[in-house]
């Protein structure tokens, strides 16, 4: 699985826009972007996923580069229940079999 | 419909002795994944089971092993505790048909070592 690279931490005010950016330029063709989330004490949860199409669902949108190097979540309108470790994770999408390989995420806080 | 089931949510045990974890995947899923977290990092993976067949497996040693059941639900062993398997352990589950990182994680459980 290609490596990821996001920043450690990031601030959001409650209601704006948080964008959170990740960096796998040795992504390869027939792996996806997978995006987790984990609150402090609880299991990670799944986000969202894509493949080159930018995605959108009730949580939130996932925006990739045309060159699939990078890739940016964006929470649209941040509420202080979204602070947490956020977890960028490339990978084949295999549907018998596929690990997720937790780097050390980025811990958003979102401020009042 | 219910999340991801584990048991137990707390446990404290002894250098030496046996662990048995217990995780129920969501309804319709047949596939149980497992990880460790220890404090400060991100989830590590131990072992993956698909239609109760060993389909990967992380880096960890032979104490542990895992296994899954006919109704899918899974179950974690370690033995001969060390201190340095104080963790989280967690539990996903996937359904058939839908990417196997589409995961959706059980609330864990907390081993302590003494």
């Known amino acids: 699985d290609a490596k990821t690279t996001q920043p450690p931490s990031m601030d959001c005010a409650e209601g704006r826009a948080a964008n959170l950016p990740c960096n796998h330029s040795?992504?390869?063709?027939?792996?996806?972007v997978y995006w987790y989330r984990q609150i402090h004490s609880q299991g990670p949860q799944y986000i969202i996923h894509?493949?080159?199409n930018n995605e959108t669902n009730e949580m939130a949108s996932l925006i990739i580069t045309e060159d699939r190097k990078s890739s940016t979540l964006i929470l649209p309108h941040a509420t202080l229940r979204d602070t947490a470790v956020y977890y960028c994770?490339?990978?084949?999408?295999?549907?018998?079999?596929?690990?997720?390989?937790f780097g050390q995420g980025t811990i958003l806080t979102v401020h009042p | 419909d219910a999340g991801v089931t584990q048991s137990p949510t707390h446990l404290i045990k002894t250098r030496g002795q046996h662990v048995t974890l217990r995780c129920s995947p969501i309804?319709?899923?047949?596939?149980v994944s497992w990880y460790q977290q220890v404090l400060g990092q991100g989830p590590q993976f131990i072992f993956q089971?698909?239609?109760?067949?060993?389909?990967g497996r992380g880096n960890f040693p032979d104490r542990f092993s895992a296994r899954q059941f006919p109704n899918y639900s899974s179950e974690l062993n370690v033995n001969a505790l060390l201190l340095g398997d104080s963790a989280l352990y967690l539990c996903?589950?996937?359904?058939?048909?839908?990417?196997?990182?589409?995961?959706?994680f059980g609330p864990g459980t907390r081993l302590t070592v003494t």
């Open positions: 040795t992504i390869s063709g027939n792996e996806y």
């Open positions: 309804s319709g899923h047949k596939s």
């Open positions: 996903a589950s996937s359904r058939p048909g839908q990417g196997a990182r589409e995961q959706y």
């Open positions: 994770i490339v990978g084949a999408g295999g549907t018998s079999y596929g690990k997720l390989t």
């Open positions: 894509g493949l080159k």
């Open positions: 089971y698909y239609e109760k067949e060993e389909r």
